[in-house]
């Protein structure tokens, strides 16, 4: 170990960073003191920190993990025939886009490990960029997989409208750049990002865009979108199964896009050998060619959503619905007072559902300082939960 140490302190990093690099604490990990806290309550903790899903997948997907027959051989690295086909109709289903199922589209184990690989690769490709795009306010995996390759994540702020503010993006750092991310819905506010705006951005400065659409199914504010829709060219669409099909157990997720740089990452990884496994392949093409059992989960999140939402508004704690995703991003009421030295507003917010309504939210500060005042509510939790949450601001003095 102590061997180790000193090679990762002979050899500097272009960020500067001669010390070994020692992993910082997972943010859902400091939400312990919160957890004992609500925990108090008669009837326990409401878990609403995580956008973990509680609901169960199809009957016909949890079959198909059990009878694919797929368990003896290796699987393809790239995606089975089956589940690439699954997904490219799935997408021209949604968007009116064709993607060509071998060319422009493989399988990732989730999407969470494609997200934070993608820097290091794309590094070995562009030795000369060390810089990774992604918005200010965000799931933190963007920036930490920057972290993990070595590279710069440089924040990009919100405009006016809360989208992103491309023009503010320094146009050093977009020379330096290897990628930009975009999110959208957006995790943790929900917001629906210009897509063509971001896909002409990067064309124009030699950047490949990668979108994170993981939440596009559950979008309240017209219909799902995609970046694809605007052209394949230089940018590629991140999609998972884990959300619109309740399968974050099972780990699968595709990408798609430009047949450059998906053709690159594919023959990458296989080398590499990620492998989705192979009842796992055959579980996700049932569950993407299943629109039912989504749409049975859109109304399942816009309901609580909506009575969530309400409920806080009762206690004295405004919250707007979310233009897609099912988080309440809920902004730290002003009778809440300033935020001290020790805690932000996000975190005394926090705090004070704990206490008051026995459930666990994750503070704002998780997912950038521009969300410092706010408590993100992941509505994973059924309604009968909900309702105890509810019941409890009520009751509370």
Known sequence: ???????????????????????????FDKLTPFAEIASRHAGGLVDLSIGTPFDPPSKAVIDALASSGAERGYPSSAGSSELREA???????????????????????????????????????????????????????????????????????????????????????????????????????????????????GRSHGVVVFSDECYVEFTWAGRPRSILEHGLEGVVAVHSLSKRSNL??????????????????????????????????????????????????????????????????????????????FYLWVPAPEWLGGATGTESLGVRLTRWLAERGGALGSPGEAYGEAGSAHLRLALVQPMERLELVAKRLVQSP
């Open 87 to 201: 997904a490219a109709r799935w997408i021209e289903r949604r968007f009116a886009v064709a993607v060509d199922p071998l060319g422009e589209l493989a399988a990732c184990i989730g999407t969470k490990e494609l997200v934070a690989g993608v820097p290091q690769w794309l590094r070995l490709r562009a030795p000369g960029r060390d810089t990774v795009l992604c918005p200010d306010l965000a799931y933190p995996t963007y920036a930490m997989g920057a972290t993990l390759a070595g590279c710069r994540a440089v924040g990009v702020p919100a405009s006016s409208q809360g989208t992103l503010d491309l023009a503010a993006i320094d146009p050093e750092d977009a020379d330096r750049a290897l990628c930009l991310w975009v999110n959208s819905p957006g995790n943790p506010a929900g917001q629906l990002e210009d897509l063509g705006a971001c896909a002409t951005w």
């Open 248 to 325: 974050a157990g099972a780990r699968a997720g595709v990408y798609a896009g430009d047949a450059d740089v998906v053709g690159y990452l594919a023959a990458l990884r296989r080398h590499a050998g990620f492998m989705v496994p192979g009842p796992v392949q055959h579980a996700a093409a049932v569950a993407l060619d299943d629109d039912e059992q989504v749409e049975v989960q859109r109304g399942r999140y816009l309901e609580r959503l909506e009575y969530l939402a309400a409920a806080l508004e009762g206690a004295g704690v405004p919250v707007d619905k979310p233009e897609g995703a």
């Open 1 to 27: 170990m102590a061997f180790l140490g000193v090679r990762a302190a002979m050899t500097a990093s272009p960020t500067g960073r001669t010390a070994p690099f020692v992993p910082p604490v997972y943010p």
